[in-house]
């Protein structure tokens, strides 16, 4: 990493999975702050939370992460997603008791800076739509608005879909399934599905001797893509472990989403997606992950 950043007495340096106690509590209180101050439930459930998320991501070989200092103290952390050709961006925290201070955009130019050294094709991230202040900030930084996107929870009434059978990932589908990616998205995220193989989260729909659709996880860590809706939708049915605060759906395809709501699944909370850089109309039904 190049030399620490300075900026308004605030430094920035990479983050070691030593910082993640500290980043924890600060990720955790300034979520849950957020999401009060709009009348929104917090995301996360409990401060332990917060810390184990950022002890997995400050540890993974493939995400940059920073933290911000001011006066020697921890005020903030961000990291990068670096799993694939379009870095993912997030999450993003700052101290509620030094918000509102720039630290925010100082954490944000820093990864976007590291993702053009880094010659990255594009960024992309998830922002919570209620959060004005930050939406504001994203667009000034350079990126622009994609979709609405709507977190669900709850597991739908139809468990299975006739002629969708689901069934867990294996290591061969990994060719198959990078290219129904490269289909709908025009890249491929085969480092983030070979990990959802190897713990056991991954799941594929085949027909006709083809795989239809994958999904790496299910909920906020996992993405899925499908060559049709009815794909996609048996897969949102096989779905047991979900992460984080639900699945994240695009509320463009109304199709899918009046499905899941007809089958009982609620909205959590609506999110924005956000690129900068490349960015690929999709050309099939997907779920994003909220890193990327």
């Known amino acids: 990493m190049s030399s620490p950043t300075l900026t308004s007495a605030v430094r920035t340096r990479r983050a070691t999975p030593a910082d993640a106690a500290d980043c924890g509590r600060i990720f955790y209180e300034a ?21 184990g998320i950022l002890q997995m991501l400050f540890s993974h070989p493939s995400f940059y992460c920073v933290v911000a200092e001011r006066d020697g103290r921890i005020v903030g ?41 880094q010659r990255f094709a594009g960024v992309r991230l998830l922002q919570s739509t209620f959060h004005s202040r930050s939406l504001a900030l994203y667009a000034k930084l350079g990126f622009d608005v994609r979709e609405p ?14 002629g969708y059978p689901v069934r867990r990932a294996a290591e061969g589908d990994l060719d198959a399934c990078n290219r129904l990616c490269e289909q709908v998205h025009g890249y491929n995220r085969s480092v983030e599905l070979r990990e959802g193989i190897d713990h056991g989260t991954a ?31 048996a897969l949102i ?32 909370q609506p999110m924005t997606l956000m690129t900068m850089g490349l960015y690929n109309e999709p050309a099939g039904a997907y779920l994003p992950s909220v890193l990327q």
């Open 31 to 51: 979520f849950v702050a957020i999401n009060q101050s709009h009348n929104f439930p917090p995301e996360l459930p409990a401060l332990e939370a917060g810390v």
């Open 77 to 117: 952390s961000n990291c990068l997603d670096e799993r694939s050709a379009i870095a993912g961006l997030g999450p993003v925290s700052v101290d509620p008791k030094v918000q509102n201070s720039g630290i925010g955009r100082i954490l944000m130019q820093t990864l976007i800076d590291h993702a053009r050294e």
């Open 149 to 162: 996107m709507s977190v669900m929870q709850g597991r739908p009434k139809v468990r299975a879909i006739n």
């Open 203 to 233: 799941r594929v729909v085949e027909r006709g001797g083809r795989i239809t659709s994958y999904a790496s996880a299910f909920g906020y860590l996992g993405h899925a893509v499908a060559q049709s809706n009815e794909d996609l939708q």
């Open 237 to 268: 049915a096989a779905a047991e472990d979900v992460s984080g605060a639900g699945i994240v759906v695009p509320t463009r395809n109304a199709e899918v989403f009046r499905w899941c709501l007809n089958n009982g699944m609620t909205i959590f």
